[in-house]
């Protein structure tokens, strides 16, 4: 760990101190993953260690390195970019185990933060996942996928996974239909579509049902 963070440091007192753009500079909740990934691959190839410092975000490139405040003690830490998340709604990123030590939030599990980009990665932004299907006009109907992870007759074991996945930074809701509760993840954008159901199967539900819906 302490490797990791004393070469990141290096890299980061060798950069030019040129001044943030508001594009480059970020507010939000932020989550941390680990136990249960380490070892697993990111969404860029690598394989994820918790030991290391480094960050799950929606679009920035990977490869990108941000220095991460924690607005509620101050603490600060320098991060690089190596995966899509969180999947939950509300937050902007998720942090290695790592980086919630250096961050003081391994306790509290989600902090304020604010993220500076200091070195942008090569990857474009927002650049769309293997398979989805781009909007250039920016005008067509909105898609999102929809993911069911589970179904049960047992309302309890259903809200058990729900906890579970939320624990694990997701956002998943209840729909009741006759004698089953199901277990869902909507909203979701189909750039992160794979990187979720790979996710889901790393914490045991392989079978999820996938659906793309579009709203007009």
Known sequence: ????TAALLILVLCLPAAPL?????????ASWYGPGFHGRRTANGEVFDKEAMTAAHRTLPFGTLVRVRNLDNGREAVLRINDRGPFARGRILDVSEAGARALGMVESGTARVLIEVLRSGTAAPGAPAAGAAPDPAGSGPAVTVRIQVASYRDAANAGRTAERLRL???????????????????GISPSERDALVRRLADLGYPGVLVRTETRF
């Open 1 to 4: 760990m302490y490797r990791n």
């Open 168 to 186: 694990s930074g997701m956002n998943p809701s209840l729909e009741t239909e006759g004698a089953y509760t199901r277990v869902v993840l909507t």
């Open 21 to 29: 753009s508001a594009a480059e500079a970020e507010t939000g909740e």
